[in-house]
């Protein structure tokens, strides 16, 4: 048997804070603590896979498995436990939920990509048909459990270690709950739930910050008990770090925000091709709109990821090399769809556009010369207001980028701010295109 890894510093965290913003998370445990976890972890799996060789159908002990990788850092995995989980996935077949995608996440530190940091295999079977809600209402879905798991982490290092930088943390990401239901219009919230955070908002000033921080995971775990427990289970199971930084369950929360915003917007651009295609402007342009709402609202998460201190994400990248938002498929999705892309762009990344023949602003082309430009006024006006927030959103995430980076390369081997910089100003629809 190898030493156990998981009392080993995973990462060089000199001259980060205790906990909290630019610290160390709340789930890394003292070192008698961290080693009780590994043998917990290892024990747990052995008896799992035992009694599945014997035909039993105990659940899998996640739970056990996830404190330990949530204490030392994916990336720091103790070989033996990772052996158990290798062997584990003889085990796994079709049908047995979450875990056959989840082992390959749990086990990506030699191919590790964009998809498997995320998780977006299990969140993508988690937002399949469930209890008779639609796919889209899951991926609203997850994008709202998602964003409550973000505010109920902060709240708690607020708890833990008041601060005012966690104190701004935990602001910028109830901001975020008051907006869910302009990211994820598909997931109906009561009311009341979007009212009791803004309202906190409002005296948020008059409140210490055990206070706030008490209100704001209250209104949290009240948003969190509304979304199917599928996509609960999914959602904890992939807050997965490399590292053992406070800020890496923030920014893996915030991708998986953007992730499901993208899909939805991706889905948006793809149905009104066929919409225009059919000649229903209405459509098209309802569609167009919601996405372009959906797609502004995204200014509230540049506001929690600029919380994040250039040396907390220094760390974390240095762990995470390979695993680059340019591989965004949703993402990719959006642009092409949108417009033919320039030579030495994304490679296509979605059988819509094939399917179709062609592109959003083709079929627009084409409809103005059949229907006149008069009728078509209203579709390229909406397609334009998309464009506009479509390019404000990449700008932000430029600014992001040079305040954590600076001019670095990226970790997808592009050059860093400088490629956000040249890409914010790339519209999705060139030939309508005026400046943004």
């Known amino acids: 048997m190898s030493a156990p890894t998981g009392l080993a510093r995973t990462e060089d965290t000199t001259g980060l804070a205790e906990a909290g913003v630019g610290g160390t998370s709340l789930r890394v445990l003292p070192p008698t603590s961290c080693l009780r976890a590994l043998m917990t972890a290892r024990r747990a799996v052995r008896e799992w896979s035992g009694e599945r060789r014997s035909g039993q159908l105990r659940p899998f002990p996640f739970t056990e498995v996830l404190t330990h990788l949530k204490s030392v850092g994916r990336s720091r995995i103790d070989p033996d436990l990772r052996a158990e989980l290798v062997a584990a996935r003889a085990y796994t077949w079709p049908g047995s939920g979450l875990l056959r995608e989840w082992l390959p996440m749990a086990l990506d530190q030699d191919d590790a990509d964009y998809d498997s940091y995320v998780g977006n295999a299990i969140l993508t079977a988690a937002s399949a048909t469930e209890g008779g809600m639609a ?75 055990v206070a706030t921080a008490h209100a704001s995971y209250q209104c949290a775990v009240a948003v969190s008990g509304q979304v199917p427990s599928v996509v609960r289970d999914a959602i904890d199971i992939t807050l997965l770090p490399t590292t053992r930084v406070h800020d890496e369950q923030m920014f893996v929360r915030c991708i998986q925000i953007f992730e499901s915003l993208y899909r939805q917007v991706a889905d948006r651009v793809a149905q009104s091709i066929i919409a225009l295609d059919a000649g229903n402007t209405d ?89 006149g430009r008069e009728a078509a006024t209203p579709v390229r006006q909406t397609m334009s207001e998309l464009d506009s927030a479509w390019r404000a959103m990449k700008r932000s995430h430029w600014g992001v980028t040079l305040k954590t980076i600076g001019k670095v390369r990226g970790t997808g081997g592009t050059a860093g701010a400088d490629y956000l910089r040249v890409t914010a100003q790339r519209p999705l629809f060139p030939l309508l295109s005026t400046p943004a």
């Not at 340019?326 to 059988?351: K, N």
């Open 135 to 209: 796919s889209e209402q899951l991926v609203d879905a997850t994008l709202v459990a998602a964003t409550a798991d973000l505010v109920m982490l902060e709240a708690e290092a607020l708890t833990a270690h008041p601060s005012v930088a966690q104190s701004v943390r935990v602001r910028s990401s109830v901001r975020v709950l008051t907006r869910v239901h302009e990211l994820a219009p598909g997931f109906a919230l009561p009311r009341q739930l979007i009212d009791e955070p803004l309202a906190l908002l409002d005296r948020w000033a008059r409140m210490n910050d």
């Open 283 to 371: 459509q098209t342009v309802a569609l167009l709109a919601e996405a372009a709402r959906r797609v502004r609202a995204t200014r509230v998460l540049y506001r929690v990821l600029t919380t994040m201190p250039p040396d907390a994400f220094a760390v974390i990248r240095a762990h995470t090399h390979g695993r680059s938002a340019v591989q965004s498929r949703p993402y990719r999705r959006v642009e092409d769809l949108s417009a033919p892309r320039p030579p030495g762009g994304s490679q296509a990344s979605t059988t819509d556009a094939d399917r179709c023949g062609t592109t959003l602003q083709e079929i627009l082309l084409l409809r103005e010369r059949e229907l």
